[in-house]
């Protein structure tokens, strides 16, 4: 394939410390920042009502959070017919975790409001409903991958229909025996929102090509963000995140599979006419 052009239009964020993506930024661009214990347990999702936002789950909440941010910073613009693709390994796994222990120990104390936020599209549903959308949307799980493969997806259909997408990625701390195979340990939030490139003349551009080789898993400089890097397959948007928030000029690596590598490059501003003309071969 050749590779991808789009443009970075908005960014939002949520992570242990940093309530969203200005927060953030300025922790990735200091080597000595480290989050402090006393702030939010999860954000407070503003598209929702005061009692829907004390109800939904922690994932849904953070989804709709961030990507609220990230079209705020987008300015102006029409939600009803916009595409979204929302990215997480294993959705909720508190809510996972309680469906399987009370389904092995007393199902009939099962509750149909767990149920329902137990779906893959949970946060995709809650966004169309809550914006209100009636855009395409994807509700995409991929292992250790989810994150790289979301971006791949929202890209291709920025630069194949020629119009804006909302990325967005999650994942939520793992409890009970589900810690053991999904050690997540915190709660993480980010979302992208990504146009055609040239449609925004101070835009960061990614350029994003498949590579037969080989990867590991990216990191940030930044010591304080390592652990979760390492521990949340969305939190691997750090990496990007970073890169982002220093204006550099330079690539980074996602692993898709044990042969084939996602290669990431993050540049400046395209002129204006730098149109994302590249197409999948």
Known sequence: MKPLRVAVRGIGAWAPGCAAWPALRDALRDPGFAAAVDGPRRPSPALLPPAERRRVPDGVAVALEVGREAIAMAGPLATGSLASVFASAHGDLAIVDYLCATLAGDPTLLSPTRFHHSVHNAASGYWGIATPSM??????????????????????????????????????????????VAPNTALFG????????????????????????????????????????????????????????????????????????????????????????????
Do not use: K, W
């Open 135 to 180: 855009g395409p949307s994807t509700a995409l799980a991929a292992g250790d991958a989810s994150f790289a493969l979301g971006l791949l997806d929202a890209v291709t259909m920025v630069v194949a229909e020629s119009r804006p997408v909302l990325l967005v990625v999650f994942d939520t701390p793992a409890v009970g025996l589900l810690a053991r």
């Open 190 to 281: 980010a979302a992208l929102l990504l146009a055609p490139a040239g449609t925004a003349d101070d835009a960061p551009v990614l350029t994003l090509s498949i590579a037969p080789r080989p990867s590991t898993i990216p990191s940030t400089a930044n010591a304080a963000f390592h652990a979760l890097c390492g521990s949340s397959p969305a939190a691997r948007a750090l990496a990007l995140l970073e890169r982002l928030a220093q204006a550099d000029d330079t690539t980074v690596d996602y692993p898709m599979d044990d042969t084939s590598t996602i290669a990431l490059h993050v540049g400046p501003a395209a002129p204006p006419d730098a149109t994302a003309a590249a197409v999948i071969e």
